[in-house]
């Protein structure tokens, strides 16, 4: 089944409940939670969970963490909808471990990229008109994760201090070029995007920095994220803020002293190369 695959920051309607709609009793709440713990896919049962406090949050991040092995789109759809307007560490959780989980099925671990990024950013959803169906059978691109209006949770509780981390770390694992495409480009997707918080480190032997002439050298990022590194001169104050881009393709770095070029990656040192004093021709 085909369904929309999107995170709107307007009021949305699941299954016939309002998101609109004023506070749950606690009665109709614990029934709505026990209705998803029951495994009805419906949301018209257990939309209201996000008004539900506690109790909500806790059946979601169940739901989400039980959803390994589903390959109903259209639940898993529904599912990320309606968790999406909860911030609870719960969730976070969940949606971290079945992005992690490489036994779970792509439609569930790019529902749970999906689910990072909603849980990071209210207003963070997938494009328009992009379907789970679409992304699940991959690759993606160009980078699907857009911004919609202000967005808003209806429920939220404190994150941990490691929070940052915690979004970060399943997407650097999802992203590898050993992960299946769909969930590898909707992952690195994300993880741009979280990149000015938590820096992407590149791994120090994907770079690499060589003479050429004079005082002339390139500079290589043979990783599949864009990389910005500082390069020193030694013996100097010159220093050099670039930005390299990835698979490879290499930046000519022309310094206006001559010695020994240093590349640092985050204040480490990743890379050098003596300047050997050969005229360019």
Same mark, same amino acid.
């Given at each position: 089944?085909?369904?929309?695959?999107?995170?709107?920051?307007?009021?949305?309607?699941? @299954?016939?409940?309002?998101?609109?709609?004023?506070?749950?009793?606690?009665?109709?709440?614990?029934?709505?939670?026990?209705?998803?713990?029951?495994?009805?896919?419906?949301?018209?049962?257990?939309?209201?969970?996000?008004?539900?406090?506690?109790? @909500?949050?806790?059946?979601?991040?169940?739901?989400?963490?039980?959803?390994?092995?589903?390959?109903?789109?259209?639940?898993? @759809?529904?599912?990320?909808?309606?968790? $999406?307007?909860?911030?609870?560490?719960?969730?976070?959780?969940?949606?971290?471990?079945?992005?992690?989980?490489?036994?779970?099925?792509?439609?569930?671990?790019?529902? $749970?990229?999906?689910?990072?990024?909603?849980?990071?950013?209210?207003?963070?959803?997938?494009?328009?008109?992009?379907?789970?169906?679409?992304?699940?059978?991959?690759?993606?691109?160009?980078?699907?994760?857009?911004?919609? !209006?202000? $967005?808003?949770?209806?429920?939220?509780?404190?994150?941990?201090?490691?929070?940052?981390?915690?979004?970060?770390?399943?997407?650097?694992?999802?992203?590898?070029?050993?992960?299946?495409?769909?969930?590898?480009?909707?992952?690195?997707?994300?993880?741009?995007?979280?990149?000015?918080?938590?820096?992407?480190?590149?791994?120090?032997?994907?770079? !690499?920095?060589?003479?050429?002439?004079?005082?002339?050298?390139?500079?290589?990022?043979?990783?599949?994220?864009?990389?910005?590194?500082?390069?020193?001169?030694?013996?100097?104050?010159?220093?050099?803020?670039?930005?390299?881009?990835?698979?490879?393709?290499?930046?000519?770095?022309?310094?206006?002293?001559? !010695?020994?070029?240093?590349?640092?990656?985050?204040?480490?040192?990743?890379?050098?190369?003596?300047?050997?004093?050969?005229?360019?021709?």
């Amino acid at each position: 089944m085909r369904v929309r695959f999107t995170i709107c920051a307007l009021t949305i309607l699941l @299954g016939g409940y309002s998101m609109a709609s004023a506070q749950v009793s606690a009665s109709e709440c614990a029934a709505a939670a026990d209705s998803l713990a029951a495994g009805n896919q419906s949301s018209i049962f257990w939309g209201q969970l996000p008004r539900c406090g506690p109790t @909500g949050a806790a059946a979601l991040a169940g739901a989400v963490a039980n959803a390994a092995q589903e390959t109903n789109t259209e639940y898993l @759809g529904q599912l990320l909808a309606v968790a $999406g307007y909860v911030r609870d560490p719960q969730i976070l959780d969940a949606a971290g471990d079945l992005v992690e989980n490489q036994a779970a099925q792509i439609a569930a671990r790019i529902m $749970g990229v999906a689910l990072l990024a909603a849980e990071y950013n209210p207003s963070f959803g997938i494009t328009m008109g992009a379907t789970l169906d679409d992304l699940a059978n991959g690759p993606i691109t160009p980078c699907p994760i857009v911004v919609f !209006g202000s $967005g808003y949770y209806l429920q939220t509780a404190q994150l941990q201090p490691d929070s940052l981390a915690r979004f970060a770390d399943p997407l650097d694992l999802a992203r590898s070029v050993s992960q299946p495409a769909a969930v590898r480009d909707l992952a690195a997707c994300l993880r741009n995007r979280l990149s000015h918080y938590v820096p992407i480190v590149v791994p120090t032997e994907l770079i !690499g920095i060589a003479y050429r002439c004079d005082n002339r050298f390139v500079i290589e990022n043979d990783s599949r994220d864009w990389l910005n590194v500082t390069v020193t001169i030694d013996g100097t104050t010159e220093s050099a803020d670039l930005a390299v881009p990835p698979t490879g393709a290499p930046v000519l770095f022309s310094a206006l002293h001559t !010695g020994t070029a240093r590349v640092f990656q985050h204040g480490v040192l990743v890379a050098d190369a003596d300047n050997l004093g050969i005229p360019c021709e």
